[in-house]
């Protein structure tokens, strides 16, 4: 490809590439000076699992994502409701910049330790009504981020409809109480409101390296759309993951297939080298 249109956008090729579905052989133009990846890491990176505690990180992703971190010179940042230090456990000992528990937490380079809290933990008697609801059945798993709570149900999904219900019963007796609720994949979040991933994102692409690069945002769930819809805002692109979301440039079928176009991005980097 001539120069000037490889320069015209960075962006443009891979949405090119993705919507033509031909993940496993890119012709990838872009420009890794030029670019900062954001990665949700559940249902994106790794496939999901019937708890967060069984999913398995391949062991060729941790090298994958250090190598693109170096070559990105740091603009690669994982954006995930997970939180900081269950991110680590998961990559040990790769530790990367994040943007943890939706929003709440923040590190912005790989080496810094501070983590930034972005909202006060959640109050522990909000805490035990959701506790509760996860008592409604063995199959419902409750998880404490500190940040937010989840009720993972994919071991009773049959529950669905009545945690969801419950939780509309907390919210209607607390009206007060500054929470989200975050459906997701057979699993019902609630968080603090007045920070997202959006909001995470946002404030990472204020700060060094990431400001100034074109961002491309993968995720597939509920949650990535505050991201998918920030970054025009950017002219970043966004990319889901197993569907085609609402506003995204492109998708890709499955973690797999993301994984296998983040090597990509390494081999095209060494054949131009
Ligand atoms: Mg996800």
């Known amino acids: 490809m001539d120069r000037r249109v490889m320069e015209k956008s960075a962006v443009r090729a891979v949405d090119g590439i993705l919507d033509n579905m031909l993940v496993a052989s890119l012709d990838t133009t872009l420009e890794l000076d030029r670019i900062a990846l954001l990665l949700d890491i559940d249902g994106t990176l790794v496939e999901l699992a019937p708890t967060p505690r069984d999913v398995i990180v391949p062991p060729h992703l941790g090298p994958t994502l250090e190598a693109l971190y170096e070559r990105l010179d740091g603009a690669l940042a994982l954006v995930s409701g997970r939180g ?43 805490k035990r009504r959701f506790i509760a609801i996860a008592q409604l059945d063995p199959g419902i798993l409750y998880e404490d981020k500190g940040y937010s709570v989840a009720l993972h149900y994919r071991l009773a999904p049959q529950c669905e409809r009545a945690i969801y219900a419950a939780v509309s019963a907390v919210r209607a007796d607390l009206p007060q109480a500054p929470i989200d609720v975050l459906p997701g994949k057979f699993v019902c979040e609630i968080k603090h409101a007045g920070f997202t991933k959006a909001t995470g994102v946002r404030e990472l692409m204020g700060c060094a390296p990431f400001k100034g690069r074109q961002p491309l945002f993968i995720g ?53 080298r």
Do not use: C
């Not at 000992?93 to 943007?99: E, R």
């Not at 990319?239 to 296998?260: C, I, L, M, Q």
């Open 220 to 272: 597939d769930d509920v949650t990535d759309e505050s991201v998918f819809a920030i970054m025009p805002s950017f002219h970043g692109a966004s990319f889901s993951v197993g569907r085609r979301a609402h506003g995204v440039d492109g998708y890709f079928a499955n973690p797999k297939d993301v994984r296998a176009w983040l090597r990509h991005l390494l081999d095209e980097e060494a054949m131009v």
């Open 84 to 126: 900081l230090t269950d991110i680590d456990v998961m990559f040990a000992p790769l530790q990367l910049p994040a943007v943890g528990g939706h929003g709440a937490e923040m590190r912005l380079s790989a080496d810094s330790e501070a983590v930034a809290a972005r909202a006060p933990p959640m109050d522990n008697d909000l």
